[in-house]
């Protein structure tokens, strides 16, 4: 499975890929906001979408309407990770499309569970 992270972190995203290659799966793209994830996609196809929020330039919940917007991307697994924790930011990220939904910080077992159940549903 081909991963997609996009967050303005390189921490973060470091963080993400790490917990990704420890549960095997070893082959990630990065993009630090939304208009560079619309590139990587147009270039590349990708199994699953974990995006951040809150980035410049295009934030996760305007990156996943443009995803959801587009034939080629709108069935892809989308997992939001951010520090937004209110319920109505939450509701918001879930009409925009998104499968799943990880308050930062989260545990390698937090991760891995939303990433399971972003595929199944
Ligand atoms: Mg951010």
């Known amino acids: 499975m081909r991963f997609l992270i996009v967050d303005d972190s390189s921490t973060m995203r470091r ?12 082959d990630c793209y990065e993009a630090a906001n939304g208009r560079e994830g619309l590139e990587r996609l147009a270039a590349a ?15 996760g919940v305007e990156f996943i309407r443009a995803v959801r917007a587009s034939e080629s991307t709108r069935g892809l697994p989308v997992l939001m990770v951010t520090t937004n924790a209110a319920q109505d930011d939450i509701v918001e990220a879930m009409r925009a499309g998104v499968n799943n939904y990880v308050v930062k910080p989260f545990t390698p077992d937090t991760i891995r569970e939303k990433i399971e159940s972003a595929l199944e549903g």
Do not use: A, F, R
């Not at 963080?15 to 070893?26: A, E, M, R, S």
């Not at 699953?48 to 934030?59: F, K, L, R, V, Y």
């Open 15 to 26: 963080i993400i890929i790490n917990t990704l290659n420890k549960l095997g799966h070893k």
């Open 45 to 59: 196809t990708v199994d699953m979408i974990i995006t951040d929020w809150n980035m410049p330039e295009m934030t």
